[in-house]
Structures are given as C-alpha cells and as structure tokens.
C-alpha cells in the first residue's frame, strides 16, 4: 500500500529564516506531487505540482520554492520567510489515472514568528 | 475567480439526521467532482467521488448527487454521526491534462450534535 510522510509535523521560524519541508511517497512510481497550503480560515491553496523529477510548476507566484530531486521526494524551500508564510502544509500525490483522486500527508503546521 | 463555492462555512445538524453539504462550481471543463473530510491539523482524506457522466454516487452513508445544468452538487450523509464533525471540501477536476490539478472549495465545518 502507498503511504505519504511529511516532515517535520511543527516547526516555528522568525522572520527571514529560511525553510524546507519534505515529502515522500512510499509505494508507487512516478507519481503526481503536490504541495498545498491552508492558511487559517481559508480553503487549500495549490502551489506547485510535480509530473516527474525536476518538473516543477507554480500556482501562484511567492517566495516559496519546490523541488523534487528523486521521484518520491518533494521539497518545499524558503529562503527568507515572511509572516504570511504562517499556515498549514500539505503533500499530496496521485497516480495520473482518471478519477484525479489525491492522497494527502499528514501536514506541517508553520508559523513565523 | 473562485471556481468552485461552498457557501456555507458551518453546518449544525443533530446525530441521525441527514446532513446535507453544497457545492456550486463556475467552470464547465470539469468533469469530475470529489468531497474530502478533515480534522484539524490533520490532512484531508477523500471520501467520495462523482463522474460529470453521472448524477449520483453512493457509498454508504454518503451519497452525491451532481447536477450538471446547474452547477450544483451536494453531498448527503445519512445518518449523521458525531464522529463526522470535521470540514468538508468539495474539489473538482479538469481531466484533460494528466497532473490532474484539483480545485478545492472553502470549506463548510460540519458539526454533529449528540
């Protein structure tokens, strides 16, 4: 069975810190990946995507950045955090096949200080 | 331009009754439709899902009904569980590309009263 692995579970940064999560999938090959944001209030957020190593896409334009140095493993990257950066992060992934069901990690919750 | 509008933030309903949540979408490429529930600091889990071919699904206690001519889906859960307290978020897909982007309504927060 698959499984999907965020860390770290919490952290707390000041200001101008900078930042980077990771997300791995276990039990599948070539998946789509994708990294979410649910500020507080508000819905999930999309800001990148994945279909394979080294392809990125951005949603919406910010300070963060992704990568995805293997095919199981997304890193989300900040070099300077903002206070907006604050919120709650999430991986998900899916296979490609129709239904476009996706499967989400357990989350990263940040806050800037 | 919010393309997919749940207009409700909460909902209250008492254990065993039904428990409707709505969904409105503006973009007529999508054609599948999805409901995930969440906990908080948890992530979301899916639930259950729809085919714009379709005009319900069932699974359980959870039933989606998609109306095409309007927009419009809903999601019914029947009886209604305090278990089932959390937030609901309705998705929608465009499969025309194969990274399947979804995108994801606000949310309505559920609460089930014992």
């Known amino acids: 069975s698959q499984t999907i692995h965020q860390w770290p579970a919490t952290l707390v940064q000041p200001v101008g810190s900078p930042l980077s999560l990771e997300c791995t999938v276990e039990g599948t090959s070539n998946p789509n990946l994708y990294w979410y944001r649910q500020a507080a209030g508000r819905g999930l957020q999309l800001l990148f995507y994945s279909v394979g190593i080294g392809q990125i896409s951005s949603e919406v334009p910010q300070n963060l950045s992704a990568s995805r140095p293997q095919d199981r493993q997304f890193i989300l990257s900040s070099k300077k955090l903002l206070l907006s950066d604050s919120g709650f992060y999430l991986c998900?992934?899916?296979?490609?096949?129709?239904?476009?069901?996706?499967?989400f990690g357990p989350g990263t919750r940040l806050t800037v200080t | 331009d919010q393309q997919v509008k749940q207009n409700s933030p909460s909902l209250s309903v008492q254990e065993g009754r039904i428990s409707i949540l709505n969904c409105d979408y503006t973009?007529?490429?999508?054609?599948?439709f999805l409901w995930y529930k969440k906990y908080p600091a948890e992530g979301p889990t899916f639930l259950i899902s729809i085919s714009s071919i379709k005009d319900k699904n069932e699974d359980g206690r959870f039933t989606v009904f998609l109306n095409k001519s309007a927009k419009h889906l809903s999601l019914h859960i029947v009886p209604s569980q305090p278990g089932d307290s959390a937030v609901y978020f309705c998705a929608a897909s465009d499969s025309g590309g194969s990274n399947y982007k979804l995108t994801f309504g606000k949310g309505t927060l559920l609460t089930v009263n014992p």
């Open positions: 998900a992934w899916n296979n490609g096949l129709a239904g476009g069901e996706q499967y």
């Open positions: 973009n007529s490429m999508f054609d599948y």
